[in-house]
């Protein structure tokens, strides 16, 4: 059959490729040590999952409203608020099924064709390719490991152009784990404002910080910011829910109504019982979510005494998320021959920086256990060593 011409312009998602290549391998004995997709190894805390499991046997299992269930649109609304001095109410958010799903809505809710979305790279795999299915272009600026892969005020300027529609904003980062300070957010809301675009910000790794970092919305730099801010985030990362498919967005009333009319012909609404889950994760004890985070920067700490200790690789120090962006370019080897001999040689996964738009670069995952990490380390040592 004749596919759709949107088809051929887009790329399978190598972050989801990479990690079925090493599962696949794993089910066939080999021994995987796996850095590739950035999902947490620890169970879902079981106060969230008892509270689906009570949802199942009330019966929540019947359709519900495409936009979420009141419930959990009210727990999101305060949680902005309370946390993120956003001030949103009910109208301003939807349940997605997951943050991916929530900026798939947002871009079709909100982009035309010929419509310039910017987004710096490096970037998550899936925004370019999004934003063409949304028959956008995506604008793609060049950050360095020098500016600590940030985009500049005056590179977000230069690039602004009339067609331009949104921004993509994601700190912490994935890939790179950076974290925009909230002098630097502000004054990148600067230009959102004079320009008068819209900003996208993708925030689900705002609970994954260390040392010292701190996590700021753009939304809440000023009034101005806020009207022109959607806020995209879900429970995959901070809650290790990742196959609940629960996310959100927030922001202008107007733009939420056109996604929850998108999701009532696409998806309708997320799993009833898993949106108590989430109820729960909201309004329950955020001691797991602090427990998992110390876990994770125990595992950064190990992770970035290794990397720095093998000749020829260099990094700039994450301070969010899951991730290690280090740059190859000294093995002379792009991004996909590193990664492709690692996995072969060593059994080793990384994801090659070409998915984000780096081909000098590979991504390191520490969303794993420890014992995992130290093996792997030390085969990336040697592989790295044998190609210097
Ligand atoms: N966001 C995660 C990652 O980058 C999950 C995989 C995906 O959806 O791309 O590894």
Same mark, same amino acid.
Request: proline share 6%; charged share 20%.
């Given at each position: 059959?004749?596919?759709?011409?949107?088809?051929?312009?887009?790329?399978?998602?190598?972050?989801?490729?990479?990690?079925?290549?090493?599962?696949?391998?794993?089910?066939?004995?080999?021994?995987?040590?796996?850095?590739?997709?950035?999902?947490?190894?620890?169970?879902?805390?079981?106060?969230?999952?008892?509270?689906?499991?009570?949802?199942?046997?009330?019966?929540?299992?019947? &359709?519900?409203?495409?936009?979420?269930?009141?419930?959990?649109?009210?727990?999101?609304?305060?949680?902005?608020?309370?946390?993120?001095?956003?001030?949103?109410?009910?109208?301003?958010?939807?349940?997605?099924?997951?943050?991916?799903?929530?900026?798939?809505?947002?871009?079709?809710?909100?982009?035309?064709?010929?419509?310039?979305?910017?987004?710096?790279?490096?970037?998550?795999?899936?925004?370019?390719?999004?934003?063409?299915?949304?028959?956008?272009?995506?604008?793609?600026?060049?950050?360095?490991?020098?500016?600590?892969?940030?985009?500049?005020?005056?590179?977000?300027?230069?690039?602004?152009?009339?067609?331009?529609?949104?921004?993509?904003?994601?700190?912490?980062?994935?890939?790179?784990?950076?974290?925009?300070?909230?002098?630097?957010?502000?004054?990148?809301?600067?230009?959102?404002? /004079?320009?008068?675009?819209? *900003?996208?910000?993708?925030?689900? &790794?705002?609970?994954?910080?260390?040392?010292?970092? /701190?996590?700021?919305?753009?939304?809440?730099?000023?009034?101005?910011?806020?009207?022109?801010?959607?806020?995209?985030?879900?429970?995959?990362?901070? &809650?290790?829910?990742?196959?609940?498919?629960?996310?959100?967005?927030?922001?202008?009333?107007?733009?939420?109504?056109?996604?929850?009319?998108?999701?009532?012909?696409?998806?309708?609404?997320?799993?009833?019982?898993?949106?108590?889950? +989430?109820?729960? +994760?909201?309004?329950?004890?955020? /001691?797991?979510?602090?427990?998992?985070?110390?876990?994770?920067?125990?595992?950064?700490?190990?992770?970035?005494?290794?990397?720095?200790?093998?000749?020829?690789?260099?990094?700039?120090?994450?301070?969010?998320?899951?991730?290690?962006?280090?740059?190859?370019?000294?093995?002379?080897?792009?991004?996909?021959?590193?990664?492709?001999?690692?996995?072969?040689?060593?059994?080793?996964?990384? *994801?090659?920086?070409?998915?984000?738009?780096?081909?000098?670069?590979?991504?390191?995952?520490? +969303?794993?256990?420890?014992?995992?990490?130290?093996?792997?380390?030390?085969?990336?040592?040697?592989?790295?060593?044998?190609?210097?």
């Amino acid at each position: 059959m004749k596919l759709a011409a949107r088809v051929g312009q887009v790329t399978p998602s190598l972050t989801l490729a990479v990690d079925t290549k090493a599962k696949a391998m794993k089910a066939e004995g080999l021994s995987v040590c796996s850095f590739s997709v950035g999902e947490p190894d620890f169970p879902t805390p079981a106060h969230i999952v008892q509270a689906a499991q009570k949802a199942l046997a009330e019966g929540k299992t019947k &359709y519900g409203p495409a936009a979420g269930e009141p419930k959990l649109r009210e727990a999101i609304a305060q949680k902005l608020q309370k946390e993120n001095s956003l001030c949103y109410g009910t109208e301003n958010v939807i349940v997605t099924n997951g943050g991916k799903h929530s900026l798939f809505n947002l871009f079709l809710a909100t982009i035309e064709p010929g419509d310039d979305v910017i987004i710096p790279a490096p970037y998550w795999v899936s925004y370019p390719e999004m934003v063409k299915l949304a028959a956008g272009n995506p604008v793609i600026v060049k950050t360095t490991a020098k500016n600590g892969f940030k985009i500049t005020p005056e590179q977000l300027r230069q690039a602004i152009t009339p067609q331009t529609r949104l921004f993509v904003l994601n700190s912490p980062s994935n890939p790179t784990g950076m974290v925009y300070t909230p002098e630097e957010i502000r004054a990148l809301a600067d230009v959102i404002v /004079e320009k008068d675009i819209y *900003v996208v910000s993708d925030e689900i &790794y705002e609970k994954l910080l260390y040392d010292g970092a /701190e996590h700021f919305s753009i939304g809440a730099a000023s009034p101005e910011i806020y009207d022109r801010t959607i806020v995209s985030s879900g429970f995959a990362k901070a &809650y290790s829910m990742t196959g609940w498919r629960v996310g959100f967005l927030a922001g202008p009333a107007d733009v939420i109504r056109a996604c929850i009319t998108i999701q009532g012909h696409s998806t309708s609404n997320v799993c009833t019982f898993a949106q108590y889950g +989430a109820i729960a +994760a909201l309004e329950g004890s955020q /001691e797991p979510v602090e427990a998992m985070r110390q876990a994770f920067a125990q595992r950064r700490q190990y992770m970035m005494d290794a990397v720095q200790a093998i000749p020829g690789l260099t990094f700039p120090r994450p301070d969010g998320a899951f991730y290690l962006f280090p740059s190859i370019q000294q093995t002379g080897l792009t991004s996909l021959e590193f990664s492709e001999a690692l996995l072969t040689e060593y059994q080793v996964a990384v *994801v090659p920086g070409i998915a984000f738009g780096a081909d000098d670069c590979i991504r390191l995952s520490y +969303a794993t256990d420890m014992d995992t990490i130290k093996k792997g380390m030390e085969l990336l040592d040697k592989f790295v060593r044998s190609r210097l």
